[in-house]
């Protein structure tokens, strides 16, 4: 199979998850008002999501071992139109729910099998080069989600988030059915058997060097999320901000990490150690996330948005060195390795954005979160090995 059309494919695989994580973001006030539940109630939508992501992953990888990648991508594109459906014609937020977690089971599959199907295909020298800056598409994804949930929300109310997704699950059925041929060669009888589950993933899991990039990743991609979270309803109460436009701020913040991108394959690669690259994005991290707490007291949207597109940009710097260095620490296990990098992942995700439901939106306790998150991330840098 031509190695472009495996790109083209991984990455409208891959937007499942992006479209579903935080599209609807900008209506989440919204979908308060309308469901007739309070904000943190209405943020553990997302919580739900990202618990099944990750049980998903952590099945589908031994499964995609044993059967193939193709028919468990197909199976998931289906659960993501049902999940989708489910959401649309929801009433009540249990139903919403509901349709979260089944969505999060057929997200999980394509976004663990995205990855994979790369891996299958190229080396670890070329998948470096080649995630490095097919990574940027991956990284505009982000913020375009948010912007075009705010314009759907301003024109057609919170369902068409939901709808737009159905949509594009049903594309990328008829795609991998369609164009996308087996990657996944040598199956793996044996892949599915519980012994040999639980050995390879205490195997991956236990390892420092893994559990370190994992960290990294969380807190990275956590301060995305959190100000998704929290920042829909600080904007609209404490700034008046509407909500497309509170969409339109998330394109500052994928130009950013975009940029961080560009600056790491241009200028850093070559120049730096892996050491030197992290420690240094790590503080940038630190400094975005200390602009938040001078907001406080200056109280400008302007400042709060820069804050966090600075966290961005150290964040950008992170994710293009962890991700693809966890994968290949284990180069005979690779499903089973993408499956707990990305369940794991989603884990932590889990953990942050229930967290975050259950305190208040307020611009304090937001700022002392990225706080938190940087210096875990700094911290990560003074643990040898």
Not at 31 to 45: D, F, I, K, R, Y
Not at 172 to 199: D, M, P, W, Y
Not at 287 to 297: E, F, H, M, Q, V
Request: aromatic share 12%; hydrophobic share 55%.
């Amino acid at each position: 199979m031509p190695l472009f059309k495996v790109l083209a494919i991984s990455l409208l695989m891959a937007s499942s998850y992006f479209f579903a994580a935080d599209m609807y973001a900008p209506s989440l006030p919204y979908m308060a008002n309308a469901l007739n539940v309070s904000s943190g109630t209405v943020q553990q939508t997302v919580s739900i999501f990202f618990i099944f992501v990750a049980i998903s992953q952590l099945c589908c990888g031994p499964l995609s071992e044993r059967f193939g990648r193709r028919p468990i991508a197909i199976i998931g594109s289906l659960v993501f139109a049902l999940g989708s459906l489910i959401c649309t014609s929801s009433q009540d937020i249990n139903v919403l729910i509901l349709g979260r977690l089944v969505q999060g089971i057929g997200v999980g599959a394509l976004y663990l099998l995205c990855r994979t199907i790369l891996q299958d295909s190229f080396s670890k020298m070329q998948l470096v080069g080649i995630m490095s800056w097919f990574g940027i598409l991956f990284l505009t994804l982000p913020g375009l989600t948010p912007a075009l949930g705010g314009i759907l929300q301003t024109h057609f109310g919170w369902q068409a988030s939901f709808w737009f997704m159905f949509g594009l699950a049903i594309i990328i059925f008829l795609v991998i059915t369609l164009c996308l041929g087996e990657t996944h060669q040598q199956k793996n009888v044996h892949a599915v058997r519980l012994s040999n589950i639980a050995q390879d993933y205490w195997m991956i899991a236990s390892n420092s060097k893994f559990l370190r990039y994992l960290l990294l990743m969380i807190v990275s991609n956590g301060g995305v999320i959190v100000f998704y979270l929290m920042g829909a309803f600080i904007s609209q109460e404490n700034y008046s901000i509407a909500p497309h436009a509170f969409g339109l701020t998330s394109l500052l913040l994928i130009g950013s990490t975009i940029f961080a991108r560009l600056v790491f394959n241009s200028l850093l690669k070559q120049r730096f150690s892996e050491k030197q690259l992290l420690l240094s994005a790590s503080i940038i991290m630190v400094i975005g996330s200390c602009g938040l707490l001078a907001n406080i007291t200056y109280a400008h949207f302007s400042l709060m948005i820069l804050s966090v597109a600075v966290y961005c940009f150290g964040a950008g710097l992170i994710t293009s060195i962890a991700a693809v260095n966890a994968l290949y620490l284990f180069p005979e296990h690779k499903g089973q390795t993408g499956a707990i990098f990305g369940s794991l992942q989603m884990a932590g995700m889990f953990l942050l954005t229930l967290l975050v439901s259950h305190i208040a939106n307020t611009e304090l306790v937001m700022a002392v979160v990225f706080v938190m998150m940087a210096t875990l991330s700094l911290a990560t840098q003074w643990r040898k090995g």
